[in-house]
């Protein structure tokens, strides 16, 4: 794991030492920290990390505003680090484009293997993939260029708003309850899971639905999950 760029972003110096030592131990060296919200932007765009922690609570620019910047250029894996445990804090923090949401005080163990889960994913959607472009309506997959297209037109997406798409699109006219599309996207336990996958939902009927508040793509079946239908074929 020499290779992986981690960022780590906190203004704490116990808590950047806690995780560097952490992350060592679990094989990654190449550790860049971080003490202040602007610094973490500009240092970004330079390093380009794998996956960045980052704190909620830092001088400068808080976590929330640092991620929504560094998603108008990149897309490595954010996992937030908070004292704050509200709910609404969680979903701000997956709304503005994180990934994950870790509330202090954590298990340093935790916070690396999340950091490992991400690179699993990050690199599963990275193999080369030799399937067929997918059509769906006006929608267009296509597999091996991460692309989505409606009507032609490019349509930027996240990296998981990607991968729930492409896995709704292998499956599509299936229901699929919101436990199975966590535990599959995000390769965790699913208890808990309900307002991470209606957030990313949300943000992907707002990109690829005419009209997200009656969707004629991604819908939901009351009690039982989502499907993702053509709506020329019902």
């Not at 131990?25 to 330079?46: H, M, P, Q, T, Y």
């Not at 929330?64 to 979903?91: A, G, M, Q, T, W």
């Not at 472009?133 to 037109?153: F, H, N, Q, T, W």
Request: charged fraction near 30%; proline fraction near 5%.
């Amino acid at each position: 794991m020499n290779e992986y760029k981690i960022m780590i972003v906190d203004d704490e110096p116990d808590i950047l030492e806690l995780l560097e030592k952490s992350l060592s131990i679990e094989g990654f060296r190449n550790i860049i920290k971080i003490d202040d919200g602007l610094a973490a932007v500009s240092s970004c765009r330079k390093v380009q990390p794998d996956v960045m922690i980052l704190d909620v609570m830092l001088p400068g620019l808080d976590g929330y505003e640092v991620c929504k910047r560094i998603r108008e250029f990149s897309h490595c894996p954010i996992l937030f680090l908070s004292s704050k445990n509200d709910e609404l804090d969680k979903i701000l923090g997956l709304a503005v484009g994180g990934d994950d949401y870790v509330t202090k005080p954590f298990s340093p163990k935790e916070v690396a293997f999340r950091v490992k889960a991400q690179l699993r994913r990050t690199e599963y959607k990275q193999r080369p993939l030799k399937e067929q472009s997918i059509k769906i309506g006006a929608l267009r997959i296509d597999p091996e260029g991460c692309r989505v297209m409606k009507d032609e037109k490019d349509i930027e997406l996240t990296a998981r708003e990607f991968e729930i798409l492409q896995y709704m699109a292998q499956n599509i006219g299936r229901v699929i309850s919101r436990e199975r599309l966590y535990e599959t996207i995000w390769g965790e336990d699913s208890y808990g899971c309900d307002n991470t996958i209606m957030v990313h939902i949300r943000h992907l009927r707002e990109k690829i639905e005419s009209n997200p508040a009656s969707p004629e793509y991604l819908i939901t079946m009351k009690g039982l999950g989502y499907k993702l239908v053509n709506p020329y074929e019902e």
